[in-house]
């Protein structure tokens, strides 16, 4: 069974400081991981993943994640935020070692306020 | 771009009725799913289908349907509404997911209210 989770409901960050939000995963095989973000009122939007290769990945918006496989973690980062960054964001997970079509599994998500 | 559209914003319903949820995805995408959005609970997957006329339950496919008689439209029923299915329903599709194009694009959500 795959599973991750979102330690913290809400994260508060002043404007132009860096800011981390939390993500660790399990899962029986080699992760696919994804982040999204859901602005208000609105559907969720992609914004990185990782499959292979290097641990940093770089998606849109300026925002990065780190892939830890000892930790089990994802967490995304940017150097500096912005007001317009304040939404809720999703980590999930795939398991792609086990057959068949694979479910993606969603986190329940944290609330980023970003301060002006 | 990807653009999935849904049938309504915001939806109101009276127990009892059946009630229908359409989405259409314009990127010839093999794979379609029905969300549903809780406070505290994230994203529960109600449905999906791979592929048009397939349909595979998710986690939690109690008291829905779902219909996929064409490969763009992907229809969430709920056949008796409950005040328990009030929420918000997100549609999804995505391409195959082997390889690196295997994130989901989502609708802009369903707010449902079951009076």
């Known amino acids: 069974a795959q599973s991750v989770a979102q330690p913290e409901d809400q994260v508060n960050v002043a404007e132009g400081n860096p800011l981390t939000v939390k993500c660790t995963y399990s899962?029986?095989?080699?992760?696919?991981l994804f982040w999204y973000v859901q602005y208000p009122n609105r559907g969720l939007q992609f914004l990185l993943k990782?499959?292979?290769?290097?641990?940093l990945v770089k998606g849109s918006y300026g925002f990065e994640a780190e892939f830890n496989k000892s930790q089990t973690s994802f967490h995304l980062k940017k150097p500096s935020a912005l007001v317009s960054d304040s939404a809720l964001y999703f980590c999930?997970?795939?398991?792609?070692?086990?057959?068949?079509?694979?479910?993606?599994?969603f986190g329940t998500g944290t609330k980023l306020q970003v301060i002006p | 771009d990807v653009k999935v559209t849904q049938s309504s914003r915001y939806l109101v319903k009276r127990t009892g009725e059946k009630v229908f949820l359409e989405c259409v995805q314009d990127?010839?995408?093999?794979?379609m799913f029905w969300y549903r959005q809780d406070p505290g609970l994230g994203l529960r997957l109600i449905y999906f289908?791979?592929?048009?006329?397939?349909?595979e339950k998710g986690d939690i496919p109690e008291g829905y349907s779902v219909s996929r008689e064409k490969k763009e439209r992907f229809s969430l029923i709920l056949e008796s509404a409950s005040t328990n299915q009030t929420s918000m329903y997100l549609c999804?599709?995505?391409?195959?997911?082997?390889?690196?194009?295997?994130?989901?694009?989502f609708g802009p959500g369903t707010r449902l209210t079951v009076l």
């Open positions: 990127m010839d995408h093999e794979n």
């Open positions: 999804a599709s995505s391409l195959f997911p082997s390889g690196t194009s295997a994130e989901q694009f």
């Open positions: 289908s791979y592929d048009v006329k397939m349909k």
């Open positions: 899962v029986s095989g080699n992760p696919y």
């Open positions: 999930a997970v795939r398991d792609m070692e086990t057959g068949g079509y694979q479910k993606v599994t």
């Open positions: 990782y499959i292979t290769g290097d641990n």
